[in-house]
């Protein structure tokens, strides 16, 4: 499969600005047969969902809690079949927390588990973790349908199917589904918690912002939601894109600034005026959503209430269009990374209560 990496190396062959385009990511639509309204396809009758265990021919056995830690499942959805890497903490039975986490466009799941290190973090605090596989190496995140991706509700319907087949496959808690993501994947992760709050916890997007323009997706409800963000991202700039040039491949979405992205949940979930201030390494806005507990009280500090839930926005001092903390080098032209914040950590905690 096609690297991040993979991408930086092919665009040097090209002109600058044409190279530029087609490293940037993409907050694209999905490509996809046309089906019912989305949900488990075992359940609307579009299709089966399984999930093969590791070391299985095709059509093997369903994944069960005694499989190993690593699962490459598959998901039929909208008549497509899907996949995924599933991590998995200690076997218990009492249900588990899941984090979905969407790869960037030109990568995979793989690409992603190695630099977020997500799977490591999210295990240890006793978290199923989800990567799911985009379709050509990339997500459905904004609203406009292109010739590459006819069915603009595509990737929607097949993160609700996903969700839906691993709370009842693997004891997933259906209150505690959480979406993160990097770049186009991390804009595939804005558009799930704009458009479905009630899939999902918590979401964060590190290095992604939401569609704009004709490509819109409009937060619909209050949601905790942090966005990170490199201060010099040289791929898709923290004031956003009202108006990227064309790419030779696959379109590019406008998008909203980071700002003005995290402004929108902020503003979907009846916030009050957002409270910055500087941080080692980044600064941080925060706004406070309608009817959330004082800051200083006692479920806030902890985070066992619904009521300490924030929209935050860490811009990230030094940075590019990178994972902040990672040890995996960006491509040629994507930026430096930044080791003041580890952005896997501090996503965990703001998800889990304890970072908000």
């Known amino acids: 499969m096609r690297s991040s990496r993979d991408l930086a190396s092919r665009a040097r062959r090209w002109p600058a600005a044409l190279a530029l385009a087609l490293l940037?990511?993409?907050a694209g639509c999905a490509t996809g047969a046309d089906s019912g309204p989305g949900g488990d396809p075992s359940a609307t009758g579009t299709g089966s969902a399984t999930a093969t265990g590791p070391g299985t021919g095709p059509g093997g056995g369903t994944a069960t809690a005694t499989a190993a830690p690593e699962?490459?499942?598959?998901?039929?959805?909208d008549d497509r079949t899907r996949r995924?890497?599933?991590?998995r903490p200690a076997a218990t039975d009492d249900p588990k927390p899941l984090l979905i986490a969407f790869h960037g466009r030109g990568a995979d799941a793989a690409e992603l588990r190695e630099k977020s290190r997500l799977e490591r973090a999210a295990t240890a605090r006793g978290m199923l973790v989800a990567f799911p596989e985009g379709l050509d190496h990339g997500w459905g995140a904004g609203t406009r349908a292109t010739k590459q991706r006819p069915d603009p509700g595509l990737d929607v319907r097949f993160t609700e199917a996903l969700i839906k087949h691993l709370v009842r496959t693997e004891h997933a808690d259906p209150e505690r589904v959480y979406a993160t993501g990097f770049s186009n994947g991390g804009s595939m992760a804005l558009r799930v918690a704009a458009e479905r709050p009630d899939l999902l916890a918590g979401a964060v997007s590190v290095s992604g912002q939401l569609p704009a323009g004709d490509a819109a997706v409009k937060p619909t409800g209050p949601l905790p939601v942090m966005v990170v963000y490199g201060a010099d991202d040289p791929v898709r700039p923290l004031a956003g894109w009202p108006?990227?040039?064309p790419d030779p491949?696959?379109?590019?979405?406008?998008?909203?600034?980071a700002r003005d992205t995290a402004a929108a949940f902020a503003a979907a979930g009846g916030a009050g005026k957002p409270v910055a201030r500087e941080e080692k390494g980044y600064d941080r806005t925060v706004w406070r959503l309608k009817d959330a507990a004082p800051e200083d009280s006692t479920a806030a500090a902890t985070g066992a209430a619904a009521g300490a839930a924030?929209?935050?926005?860490l811009v990230v001092h030094d940075a590019g269009h990178t994972w902040p903390g990672s040890t995996v080098p960006p491509p040629d032209g994507f930026g430096p990374v930044s080791k003041a914040l580890d952005a896997t950590g501090t996503l965990l905690d703001f998800l889990t209560g304890s970072g908000r």
């Open 71 to 77: 699962v490459r499942g598959q998901l039929r959805a």
């Open 24 to 26: 940037l990511p993409l």
């Open 249 to 257: 491949e696959e379109p590019i979405l406008p998008s909203l600034s």
């Open 310 to 313: 924030t929209v935050q926005l």
């Open 84 to 87: 995924y890497l599933l991590h």
């Open 243 to 245: 108006s990227p040039p």
